[in-house]
């Protein structure tokens, strides 16, 4: 069975960065359609970004904020600008769409002063 690791979280004020990386225990082939997701408190979790074979795309809210990328084989990361308080959550990688058995644990982001 394949493993999602989240890690990179943290406590961040305003307008500061953090970068995600999900590590998975097998090749992530380029041909898997990967995202970020995240769940705030209170709230659904939703698709934050995805990548397939380079091309990306994000949701409304964090558009020239946010960047997903592969950085090899196994690792895929999010990097997170300008970071808001709404943007606290926890965050997850999966597949697009998710696969239910591949949720990990999640890494907790949170956007206070």
């Known amino acids: 069975q394949a493993q999602l690791v989240e890690s990179g979280g943290g406590l961040v004020q305003p307008g500061g960065s953090l970068r995600l990386s999900c590590t998975f225990s097998?090749?992530?082939?380029?041909?898997?359609?990967m995202a970020w997701y995240r769940r705030a408190p209170g709230k659904e979790r939703e698709l934050v970004a995805s990548i397939l074979r380079g091309s990306t795309s994000y949701v409304d809210s964090v558009k020239g904020r946010f960047n997903i990328s592969r950085d090899n084989a196994n690792t895929l990361s999010l990097q997170m600008n300008n970071l808001k308080p709404e943007d606290t959550a926890d965050y997850y990688c999966n597949q697009k769409p998710p696969l239910s058995d591949r949720w990990g644990q999640g890494t907790q982001v949170t956007v206070s002063s």
């Open positions: 097998r090749t992530i082939f380029d041909g898997f359609h």
